[in-house]
């Protein structure tokens, strides 16, 4: 009798030390890919989003509530870009984090639906999965959003991220979202650094753009709006160096391209003396800036690159397409002149720009995966950006191979030659 109920007090207290102690995280895959069963692959580190859009169908009015449609969308900067790659055919590595909750349920449901592989992806009890709530108004600009992504910070750590310094090592390339905490941000660019993989950094935003002060040696190439590029050249020198006044009113587009060179390029060539070795400046409606040396290389062994049915597809369409007024070889060697080019962006019918931004991003990174130069990718990315901004989800359902081709190939006969000297 004694022993029952000694046996019966241990039970019972073992059932509290499994509620009170902390419960081990959750991982969804306990036996990922070794690098050897699997073709090296971009890697993408970052922010899985659930992103809930309101808009109404009438102006909104303060201090009370109005009609209008309100969604559940897969989002994040980290998250959009791997989707977008993943649908024009570059298989990236996503590494990221949700809890084990309904929106995290919802990200995971989607990303398997779409094939997508989750090894990398960290599921952590207790945890609210990163969520950010955004109201537009009719013709779907952000009025306002308030964004909780603690999440990714907290538990994207260098650790879980150290699991996959292999999948990293043999990337062609790795991107890092700027939700990242600093302490994971390092130890991403150390272990791309030791194995010559390229680091392109995403901003994400005005404040967390900053975080690129203390990696920026380790990292090739960046993609900030006209904000956010001040805002990172000042993090790296005297706060308020730089600074950016948008311009109200010009009379065309070449006059507004020509006011954004003259208030941006010295944060650019800034930027470029710090290391960095590409830019692309998004400039919204008026297009894009490239700003790089004339020599300069964004992925590991891009010979050894898989031509993908999607990239050979458009490289078919867009080689040889080149103004003749642009004699410039980016990946000519013997050169240290700095350049600087304008791609316009294409005229679009928009619904909705959230996810326009991170659909350029998984177009260049999709397209220099796939063998194209670094012109021909960022108009594939300009291309694809229009896709998205036509579209209500952050990242098309499916791109064509041939709009894209056709819209990219316009937007390069349109490029032109900035600065280069």
Known sequence: MAEDAASSSRRRMESIRRHLLPRSPLILSLNPLSPAEAEPSPVIIGGMVLDIHAKPSVPPHPGTTVPGMVKYISGGVARNIAECMAKLGTQPLMISVVGNDMAGDFLLKYWRSAGLCTDGILQVHDVTTPVVSNVFDGNGELIAGVASVQAVETFLTPSWIYQFRRHISNAPLLMLDANLSPQSLQAACKIAYE??????????????????????????????????????????????????????????????????????????????????????????????????????????????????????????????????????????????????????????????????????????????????????????????????????????????????????????????QIWCQ
């Open 195 to 416: 194995s010559g993989v390229p680091v392109l950094f995403e901003p994400v935003s005005v404040v967390k753009s900053s975080r690129i002060a203390p990696i920026a040696e380790h990292i090739t190439c960046t993609s900030p709006n006209e904000i956010e590029l001040v805002a990172m050249a000042n993090a790296l020198s005297t706060p308020g160096k730089y600074n950016f006044v948008k311009l109200d009113q010009c009379n065309n587009n070449m006059e507004a391209v020509d006011y954004l060179f003259e208030m941006l390029s010295p944060a650019m060539f800034f930027l470029l003396e710090k290391g960095i070795k590409l830019l692309l400046v998004t400039l919204g409606s008026n297009g894009v800036f490239i700003c790089c040396k004339e020599h300069v290389n964004i992925v590991k062994d891009q010979q050894k690159c898989n031509m993908t049915t999607f990239s050979s597809q458009l490289l078919e369409k867009l080689e040889g397409c080149f103004p003749p007024s642009m004699p410039v070889n980016l990946s000519g060697e013997g050169s240290s002149r700095t350049c600087v080019f304008h791609l316009p962006a294409t005229s679009a019918s928009v619904i909705s720009l959230t996810g326009a931004g991170d659909c350029l991003i998984g177009g260049v990174l999709s397209s220099l995966c796939g063998g194209l130069n670094i012109m021909q990718s960022v108009a594939v990315g300009i291309a694809t950006a229009k896709a998205s901004v036509e579209s209500e989800a952050n990242i098309p359902a499916n791109f064509s191979a041939t709009s894209i081709a056709d819209e990219a190939r316009r937007t390069l006969l349109s490029a032109k």
